[in-house]
């Protein structure tokens, strides 16, 4: 019994000192609800990671944060704010690809690629591909709207480079649009691109191949014609020859 008392007041008493030192060290309270993080972790360099979490998802603080009581500055140790424990799970899915998935892979790099929250967001918070920002608009609103997304993704994120804007990324959301028989959306996407890229064949032949599915014949064989004018070895070769058969 005495044994007990004197450890329990043993542990007391060096909580007291080491929170004493905590306290003195940093001149702010101590970290209270760390669960993914190690509980000793200096607070300069929690702050630093914190910092890279904003930075990579390009937030402030209270994205994950709650305001502080009185509505000024913010209660780092509340859990309130939902996106903190989306945070946490993100951490360990991070240490586990690190820590537990990537390891097998074979002959890695000396020191090995290392996956962090910018790997996958880029300056985002909710790290989609230009092709599934735009499919969703077009899913929501129709092809007019999947454009106006790319726009505003392209000024918004220019200097990001959060976002695949070449060629081939926006082309692949007119061919899912076509194939979910949505010609008039596909349309209205290749078109876009056709202004952005006017040298493409690929781009005439589906501005040809939706006019088709359209059944705007001369709208079909003025876009196959200017995809074989830029390559003669375009499909659209044979889609003219056909048309003009008719
Ligand atoms: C992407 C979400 C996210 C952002 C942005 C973020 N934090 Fe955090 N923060 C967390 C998570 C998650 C924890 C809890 C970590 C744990 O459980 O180990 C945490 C914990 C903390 C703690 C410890 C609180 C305690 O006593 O337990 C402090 C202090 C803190 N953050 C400060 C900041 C500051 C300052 C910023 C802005 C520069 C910031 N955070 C931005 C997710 C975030
Ligand atoms: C392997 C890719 C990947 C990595 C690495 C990654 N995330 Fe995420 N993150 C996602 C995906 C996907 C979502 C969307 C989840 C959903 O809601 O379906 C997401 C969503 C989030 C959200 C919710 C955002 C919101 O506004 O709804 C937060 C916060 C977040 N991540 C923080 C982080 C932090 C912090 C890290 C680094 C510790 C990180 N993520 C690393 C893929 C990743």
Redesign the pocket.
Known sequence: MRIRICSVFLVMFTLAVSGLVVKQAAGQDPLTNLQVFPKDISRQALIAEMR??AF??D?RCT??HALGADGQGNDFASDENP??E??R???R??AA?NNELLPSVPNRDDPPVV???????RGT????LLAQEMLLAAHQSGGQAAVNKFKELQSDFSDVGAYDFREWETNTVAEDLASEGKFEDALIIYSMNAERFPESASIWTGIGEMNEKLDRIPAAIEAYEKAVVLDARSPAAARLKELKAK
């Open positions: 890279q979490f990579a998802l937030v994205h994950c996106n903190k989306k945070a799970a993100m951490l899915m991070v690809i996956v962090t929250c910018k790997t996958c967001h918070t909710k790290p989609r």
